[in-house]
C-alpha cells in the first residue's frame, strides 16, 4: 500500500466515529433525501432546493467542513412520473478535499396504494491533497506531494425507493463502480473509493390535535468496514403561519443531537448540534446548519397551480 494511502486511511480511521464511511454523515439527512438516495429526484411535485453546512469536532486543528448543495424537481412536461436533479459537495478533511459533482433521474410509479421510484446518478469525484502542509523527515519522496495533488473519476451511484400513505423505506448504492483516484500526474499515490450502501426509512406518526404530528426516521450506512446509524424524532407544529419542529436524534456509540427549525412561506431553515458520546466532549461537537427552499411549478401555468406532493415525510 502506497505511503500516502496509508497516510489518508489513518487520518480517516481516525473520523470512523463519526463519518463510517467516504462520504460525509449529515444529521439532516431526512432532509437531504435525494442525495442519499436518487430515487427521491421529483418526489415533492415541487421545486425542492436543500443545502447544508456542518463544522465537526470544533477546537481541533484540520476539523471536518462539509458543504451540501442539492436541487430536484418533476419533468412536469413529461409528467410526474419523471425527475430529475442535480448537487454538489465539498468536503474538507485536514490536508484532504472531496467535491462531487453530479446529475440524476427517478422514475416513480404508482402502485399498492403508493409509489415506487428508482433512480440513478452519474458523478464527477474531484479528488486533492495539500502537500504544501506535510512535514516529513525526506524531502523528495514521491509518496508524499510538496504542492497540491488532484485526482478525478467517474462514478454511478443508484437507488430504489417506496413511498405509503404515511411511511418511506428506501435502499441506494453510492460509489458503484468503486472508481480509483490518481492523486497527480503518476500512480505513485492512488486509492480506491468504497461502494456505500445505505438503508433508509421514516414513518410520520399524527396526533388527535391535526397541528402536531411526530416525523421519524432513521438511516444506516456502511462500506462493510465501518458502519453508523441515526434515529430521529422531530415533534411538528402545522401553524396557520408556519411550520415549526424540534426533536433528538441518536446514533449508537457515536452521538447525540437536538434539532431546531421551521418552514415559512416555502422557505425551511433547520439547526443541529451534535454531541460526541465517545469522550470528545461536549463543547467539541458538531454545528450544522440546513436552508432549503420549495416552490409549486407554475412555470407554464396562470392561477394557483395543481401540483401536489406525494411525499408525505
Not at 415506487?116 to 509518496?143: I, K, N, P, Y
Not at 468503486?178 to 461502494?195: C, F, H, I, R, W
Not at 418552514?263 to 454531541?275: A, K, R, S, T, V
Amino acid at each position: 500500500m502506497r505511503r500516502l494511502r496509508l497516510f489518508l486511511f489513518v487520518f480517516l480511521g481516525t473520523c470512523a466515529s463519526v463519518h463510517a464511511q467516504y462520504d460525509a454523515a449529515f444529521n439532516h439527512y431526512w432532509a437531504l433525501q435525494s442525495f442519499y438516495n436518487p430515487a427521491a429526484s421529483g418526489l415533492k411535485g415541487q421545486i425542492d432546493v436543500q443545502g447544508g453546512y456542518a463544522m465537526q469536532m470544533l477546537g481541533y486543528e484540520h476539523a471536518p467542513a462539509t458543504m451540501i448543495i442539492t436541487a430536484d424537481l418533476p419533468l412536469w412536461f413529461l409528467g410526474p412520473a419523471h425527475g430529475v436533479g442535480a448537487g454538489f459537495v465539498n468536503d474538507k478533511i485536514g490536508l484532504f478535499t472531496h467535491k462531487k459533482f453530479y446529475i440524476q433521474y427517478a422514475y416513480h410509479q404508482k402502485l399498492w396504494g403508493g409509489r415506487l421510484s428508482a433512480g440513478v446518478r452519474a458523478a464527477l469525484l474531484a479528488e486533492s491533497f495539500d502537500g504544501s502542509g506535510v512535514d516529513v523527515e525526506e524531502t523528495g519522496d514521491q509518496a508524499f506531494p510538496t504542492a497540491e495533488a488532484n485526482g478525478t473519476a467517474f462514478d454511478l451511484d443508484a437507488g430504489i425507493r417506496y413511498d405509503g400513505r404515511r411511511w418511506y423505506a428506501g435502499f441506494s448504492v453510492m460509489h458503484t463502480l468503486a472508481p480509483m483516484v490518481s492523486l497527480g500526474d503518476t500512480k505513485v499515490n492512488e486509492y480506491e473509493v468504497p461502494q456505500v450502501f445505505y438503508l433508509t426509512g421514516g414513518y410520520n406518526i399524527p396526533f388527535r390535535n391535526p397541528l402536531f404530528s411526530m416525523q421519524t426516521s432513521a438511516i444506516v450506512r456502511t462500506d462493510l468496514t465501518a458502519w453508523r446509524g441515526d434515529i430521529t424524532a422531530r415533534l411538528h407544529y402545522h401553524g396557520p403561519k408556519g411550520k415549526f419542529y424540534a426533536g433528538v436524534g441518536y446514533s449508537p456509540t457515536i452521538s447525540a443531537s437536538v434539532f431546531i427549525g421551521g418552514d415559512l412561506h416555502g422557505i425551511q431553515l433547520g439547526y443541529c448540534y451534535e454531541i460526541y458520546t465517545g469522550g470528545v466532549g461536549a463543547l467539541q461537537g458538531t454545528h450544522e446548519i440546513s436552508l432549503g427552499y420549495t416552490t409549486n411549478l407554475d412555470l407554464f401555468k396562470k392561477g394557483k397551480n395543481k401540483h401536489q406532493s406525494v411525499r408525505i415525510l
